[in-house]
DNA sequence: GGATCATTACTCGGATACGCCGTGTCCGAGTCTCCCGGG
DNA sequence: CCCGGGAGACTCGGACACGGCGTATCCGAGTAATGATCC
């Protein structure tokens, strides 16, 4: 197929950073307004190249749109309301470090094989209860909670 | 207190590797036989000081016991059937990858209080859940899925 | 005035270099065992 | 024959390098807006 093989697994802050990119992508997008890398790097306090990799993923699975050139930029492709925590998970190709590192751990060895299917068993488990945990929550949720919480801190700003 | 510092965080490959030098104590442990780490370390191949860093965790935490000296090296403190997975997570003060690098993102920036509150309570929530499952699994349940399937491996070779 | 086109500025994506953390190797401190000598 | 002491050897735990991965910096390719020019 294609050649895909460069960073099959992204770092876990990678998902913190999606998704705090999301917000910040939703609540600027109201007239469609352009959002360039380094605007959102200067948000969430990283590397403009950093940023584009993130959103690179997001691209790829069709939640953001990249428009280049003048003017270009980052766009929401999808209502924020539609865009669920599972999505972004899946869209940046997060392998639940955990699980993937205790599979590691089953290579080699007389009994790798046996270690490895319960292993997979389990990670497989926890993953499903993980991934229903993230369906229930969208970017929409997260901008509301994080938004309201702080206008409720700048309007009463007694710490 | 003690200098706790060192090493706060425990990489995800130990749980695996905890987890599966348990189940090689729990069945040599029979009539109190002997376990060196080097001996460990052949089983799960690894490294005999890796398996030392764990074991001493679990030591700490009461899971093992350490002899030092001629014919030393590492027992079970508890029946296998006690030693449930959450057990093993906690004493290798495994803290979530996924979670504490998303936590890692929220360290600066004008929203970072809000977004830490949030995925903090997105983080505990999962975590619950995951510890919950961890504790419906103990050590023997392991050994005896991991050493029922080699046997049956080994007396149906025809892969 | 309107359309066309070259210029330009700004963007994304990839290649390269640095730094840090996990891992592998070595060494000292401690202790249990074994053997030998004495009673 | 039984007991005590010393040597020995084997263990664990900590300190010091190496390597790989994540991250930061730089550069080229591409595109959309802009302004000038021509009809």
Not at 17 to 26: G, I, M, R, T, Y
Not at 70 to 86: H, N
Not at 145 to 156: N, P, T
């Amino acid at each position: 197929m294609s050649m895909e093989k460069n960073q099959v697994a992204a770092t876990p802050r990678w998902f913190g950073f999606a998704l705090q990119s999301l917000v910040f992508l939703a609540n600027s997008t109201c007239p469609e307004s352009r959002c360039p890398s380094g605007e959102i790097a200067d948000h969430v306090c990283s590397e403009a190249t950093l940023m584009r990799r993130i959103l690179a993923r997001l691209a790829r699975a069709g939640i953001v749109e990249a428009r280049e050139g003048r003017d270009g930029g980052y766009y929401l492709s999808k209502a924020p309301e539609t865009i669920t925590f599972a999505d972004v998970y899946r869209a940046v190709q997060m392998t639940e470090p955990l699980f993937s590192g205790m599979l590691e751990t089953t290579s080699e060895g007389p009994l790798s094989a046996e270690f490895n299917l319960a292993f997979q068993e389990l990670a497989d488990e926890a993953e499903a209860h993980l991934l229903q945990l993230l369906e229930k929550r969208t970017i929409a949720d997260l901008c509301d909670i994080v938004y309201s919480a702080a206008e409720a801190r700048k309007e009463d700003p007694a710490n």
